[in-house]
């Protein structure tokens, strides 16, 4: 069903695009006010971008499709969505699963010099396969019938720090082969905003280290594989962090409930915009009923709203280390 809407939305904006052609002449640089355009996805692409530019954010339309909080796994491109990414100086995307409308998208791109960033591409070999660890309920299997099944890639690639440094060098060094005048800029913003990933990435590990506890356990989807594996954490959760599963079976309710009571577990964790049901069901089935539910931020809900407040990718990645250190007690 999502093919088939996508099939037919990009026919109409394939049909707008070439009324607009006929109209006009369409130049490289696509943006009328001289202004460099940027799309983004999501919001740590749309945060890093504004970071890494700095001052020169000022003369660019930076654009995040993902901005009603919709969750990256169910959004779907708009007709309107299509003609941004069309015309736009620099596009940013995970790479995964959920952005398979993207090929299609960009065969119908105006600006043939638009420059093209897949997260998960920059990353290679460091992308991770999806897992389904101990307890976990696994994703109900489509008939596929003979066909090889292509693995599944964790998505979530921003959830590491370690990671956001390699990403936002390419970043930079995009922005730099637009705008050559800038590159030192670029080049300046991009190195102090890599230090204070590096300063953060090693509180997490420092907290890690010194916490009592080197696990933690998810009544909801667990979409922060990236970040437990860079500091040795293990792992429980109720879902792969792509499942499009909400209610949980009895067994992973028991398994999770009884491996809480097994660790001592002090508290159980969500992501943001949980209805935290799981996690209360799972609470009520351990033995002493009194753990506390603590949420960490997967920033697939971030707005530019949220942006223009004050939020940015490093303030959440920092409540989600306060967080951690209270679910390590």
């Known amino acids: 069903m999502k093919g088939k809407y996508l099939s037919i939305l990009l026919i109409a904006v394939m049909a707008i695009l070439g009324l607009a052609a006929c109209g006009q002449n369409l130049s490289n640089n696509s943006s009328e006010n001289g202004k460099i355009k940027v799309v983004t996805t999501i919001f740590p692409e749309y945060d890093w971008v504004k970071q890494i530019a700095g001052e020169q954010a000022s003369d660019m339309d930076i654009t ?74 696994a994703e109900e299997e489509e008939e596929s019938g003979e066909e090889e099944e292509e693995p599944e890639y964790d998505e979530h690639v921003w959830l590491s720090l370690k990671n956001a440094k390699v990403l936002c060098k390419a970043i930079a060094d995009n922005l730099s082969e637009i705008d050559s005048e800038h590159k030192a800029v670029y080049d300046a913003n991009v190195s102090s905003y890599i230090g204070k990933l590096d300063e953060l990435d090693a509180q997490y590990k420092s907290a890690v280290e010194s916490s009592s506890k080197k696990t933690i356990l998810f009544g909801d989807r667990f979409p922060f594989r990236y970040l437990v594996d860079d500091y040795g954490l293990n792992y429980y959760a109720a879902f792969v962090g792509c499942s499009a599963e909400s209610e949980a079976s009895f067994e992973t309710i028991s398994f999770l409930s009884k491996k809480t009571d097994e660790l001592g577990l002090k508290s159980i964790l969500t992501i943001e915009k949980s209805d935290k049901k799981i996690a209360k069901t799972i609470i009520s089935n351990t033995r002493n009923k009194n753990q506390k539910i603590l949420e960490m931020d997967s920033l697939q809900s971030t707005t530019s709203k949220d942006a223009a407040n004050g939020t940015t990718y490093l303030s959440v990645m920092q409540n989600n280390l306060n967080v951690l250190k209270e679910a390590l007690q």
């Open 64 to 137: 995040m499709l993902l901005d009603n909080g919709v969750d990256l796994h169910s959004y779907q491109p708009t007709a309107a969505d299509i003609m941004k990414i069309s015309d736009c100086d620099l596009f940013i995307y995970v790479g995964g699963e959920s952005d398979t409308w993207v090929d299609d998208a960009l065969k119908e791109a105006v600006n043939k010099n638009m420059k093209v960033i897949n997260l998960l591409d920059v990353l290679g070999d460091s992308v991770k396969e999806e897992e389904v660890v101990e307890g976990m309920q």
